[in-house]
């Protein structure tokens, strides 16, 4: 490889220096921002002559030599390619940002270098789900609460293992407000939001800067399979013969001085939840049905999170349920008003157990004792359907493609059942009944 330096007009009295590189019978040419006084200028060196009259000669030669060892590290990043001119010059423009960047100096459009101004732009540009555009907002502002308590500005330099271990003890011991309770962040929480992070270098890589530090094999997402609650067929079909009335509301200390529009509601938001228990879609599948989605028995839907088409038969107490309803299906509803109505669809079945569920707060494992209604969630409808099949014998390939998994190992995860449970399962099985 040989490196050329060479008078762009030598019959001006000040000339602009350009760079030839030639290398594996390629020629690649471009300006490198240094001017020269021409009669000072040594084109069999590619130098300039230092003097005492041209103090600025030896400033200039020793950026010359930086100048070749940015070019030759460009055009080695290559290895066996040849790369083109466009190539080499986005190569080494490239090289010199960032150079410009870990030394904090100034770069042109230097808001870029920003991890958290090019996470908005991102998240703004990008054509991700809307549920997938909040996560990554969530994160954003976590980054900007963190630059505000420690006085700093991120920048992709900064995304390290360092600012990872600080981070994440940052993460451990921060809380968020619920009532009046102090809660600290779940373990899965914390592992999303550094995804989320990690997304943000890997996309930028490349465009905005070459900084590989969230590749650190100690920049992990933690992650961890919560506990969770499924519904039995018996809680299900507590829920499904639930008869809802005004002295039920009553005792159970309902004060709103419209029940009958309270009792239309809850109606509502049981159904809603039944077709989610007898389908095991999400919530955002199961509340969007309608009439056209059921045909010869089967339901048949695009799922949105996956953009899949999934063929799910028709549970029989489904089938009843489209009967008593005169086949007209709930309006779609917000996740949230649904939880909250469904927590409360579940106490007034009497879904009353005891239940403890662990989770990992602030890097401690927790446990929380509650009401089994308490912990009803609209994913709750997809585990149970999911576990019911289950323990009712389906085959887990089966499940698989009704819930729309890639792999097996997803679905295993939805099934919630205790060793015991598995035992009750298996005691019919010819190998232990001998039949």
């Given at each position: 490889?040989?490196?050329?330096?060479?008078?762009?007009?030598?019959?001006?009295?000040?000339?602009?220096?350009?760079?030839?590189?030639?290398?594996?019978?390629?020629?690649?040419?471009?300006?490198?921002?240094?001017?020269?006084?021409?009669?000072?200028?040594?084109?069999?060196?590619?130098?300039?002559?230092?003097?005492?009259?041209?103090?600025?000669?030896?400033?200039?030669?020793?950026?010359?030599?930086?100048?070749?060892?940015?070019?030759?590290?460009?055009?080695?990043?290559?290895?066996?390619?040849?790369?083109?001119?466009?190539?080499?010059?986005?190569?080494?423009?490239?090289?010199?940002?960032?150079?410009?960047?870990?030394?904090?100096?100034?770069?042109?459009?230097?808001?870029?270098?920003?991890?958290?101004?090019?996470?908005?732009?991102?998240?703004?540009?990008?054509?991700?789900?809307?549920?997938?555009?909040?996560?990554?907002?969530?994160?954003?502002?976590?980054?900007?609460?963190?630059?505000?308590?420690?006085?700093?500005?991120?920048r992709f330099i900064d995304i390290d293992i360092d600012f990872y271990n600080r981070f994440n003890n940052w993460l451990?011991?921060?809380?968020?407000?619920?009532?009046?309770?102090?809660?600290?962040?779940?373990?899965?929480?914390?592992?999303?939001?550094?995804?989320?992070?990690?997304?943000?270098?890997?996309?930028?890589?490349?465009?905005?800067?070459?900084?590989?530090?969230?590749?650190?094999?100690?920049?992990?997402?933690?992650?961890?399979?919560?506990?969770?609650?499924?519904?039995?067929?018996?809680?299900?079909?507590?829920?499904?013969?639930?008869?809802?009335?005004?002295?039920?509301?009553?005792?159970?200390?309902?004060?709103?001085?419209?029940?009958?529009?309270?009792?239309?509601?809850?109606?509502?938001?049981?159904?809603?939840?039944?077709?989610?228990?007898?389908?095991?879609?999400?919530?955002?599948?199961?509340?969007?049905?309608?009439?056209?989605?059921?045909?010869?028995?089967?339901?048949?839907?695009?799922?949105?999170?996956?953009?899949?088409?999934?063929?799910?038969?028709?549970?029989?107490?489904?089938?009843?349920?489209?009967?008593?309803?005169?086949?007209?299906?709930?309006?779609?509803?917000?996740?949230?008003?649904?939880?909250?109505?469904?927590?409360?669809?579940?106490?007034?079945?009497?879904?009353?157990?005891?239940?403890?569920?662990?989770?990992?707060?602030?890097?401690?494992?927790?446990?929380?004792?509650?009401?089994?209604?308490?912990?009803?969630?609209?994913?709750?409808?997809?585990?149970?359907?999911?576990?019911?099949?289950?323990?009712?014998?389906?085959?887990?390939?089966?499940?698989?493609?009704?819930?729309?998994?890639?792999?097996?190992?997803?679905?295993?995860?939805?099934?919630?059942?205790?060793?015991?449970?598995?035992?009750?399962?298996?005691?019919?099985?010819?190998?232990?009944?001998?039949?």
């Amino acid at each position: 490889m040989k490196v050329g330096f060479y008078l762009d007009n030598a019959k001006k009295d000040t000339s602009a220096l350009r760079a030839i590189v030639r290398n594996k019978g390629q020629r690649y040419t471009f300006s490198i921002g240094e001017s020269v006084i021409t009669k000072y200028w040594n084109e069999n060196k590619y130098r300039c002559r230092t003097s005492r009259e041209y103090p600025e000669a030896s400033h200039i030669n020793i950026r010359l030599d930086d100048w070749v060892n940015l070019i030759e590290e460009a055009i080695n990043s290559f290895g066996l390619i040849i790369p083109t001119q466009k190539m080499v010059r986005d190569k080494v423009d490239r090289i010199f940002r960032n150079r410009s960047i870990e030394a904090g100096g100034v770069i042109e459009n230097e808001d870029q270098q920003y991890l958290v101004s090019f996470a908005l732009k991102y998240k703004e540009e990008s054509n991700k789900s809307h549920n997938t555009k909040k996560s990554y907002q969530t994160t954003i502002n976590k980054l900007i609460e963190f630059e505000k308590a420690n006085k700093i500005k991120l920048r992709f330099i900064d995304i390290d293992i360092d600012f990872y271990n600080r981070f994440n003890n940052w993460l451990l011991n921060s809380t968020y407000t619920k009532g009046e309770d102090e809660i600290n962040y779940t373990k899965n929480y914390i592992g999303t939001v550094f995804k989320n992070i990690s997304k943000f270098m890997t996309v930028s890589q490349g465009k905005e800067h070459e900084f590989t530090g969230h590749k650190d094999a100690e920049f992990k997402v933690q992650s961890e399979e919560t506990d969770s609650i499924y519904l039995t067929q018996e809680e299900i079909q507590r829920i499904y013969d639930l008869v809802i009335t005004e002295d039920l509301l009553k005792i159970n200390e309902y004060k709103n001085k419209n029940l009958k529009v309270t009792i239309k509601s809850l109606n509502e938001e049981r159904d809603r939840f039944l077709f989610g228990c007898f389908t095991a879609l999400r919530h955002s599948d199961y509340s969007r049905l309608d009439a056209l989605h059921f045909k010869d028995d089967i339901v048949r839907i695009w799922t949105q999170k996956k953009d899949k088409k999934v063929y799910i038969p028709m549970h029989h107490q489904l089938r009843e349920l489209l009967k008593r309803r005169n086949n007209i299906l709930p309006l779609p509803i917000s996740d949230q008003k649904h939880n909250k109505q469904i927590k409360a669809i579940g106490k007034l079945a009497g879904i009353n157990e005891d239940v403890i569920l662990a989770k990992t707060r602030g890097g401690k494992r927790v446990e929380v004792v509650k009401k089994k209604w308490e912990f009803i969630t609209t994913h709750t409808a997809r585990r149970s359907g999911a576990t019911n099949m289950y323990l009712a014998g389906i085959d887990l390939k089966f499940i698989q493609d009704i819930l729309g998994h890639s792999k097996v190992e997803q679905t295993i995860k939805y099934i919630k059942v205790t060793a015991e449970d598995n035992a009750k399962r298996l005691i019919n099985h010819p190998y232990f009944s001998g039949k």
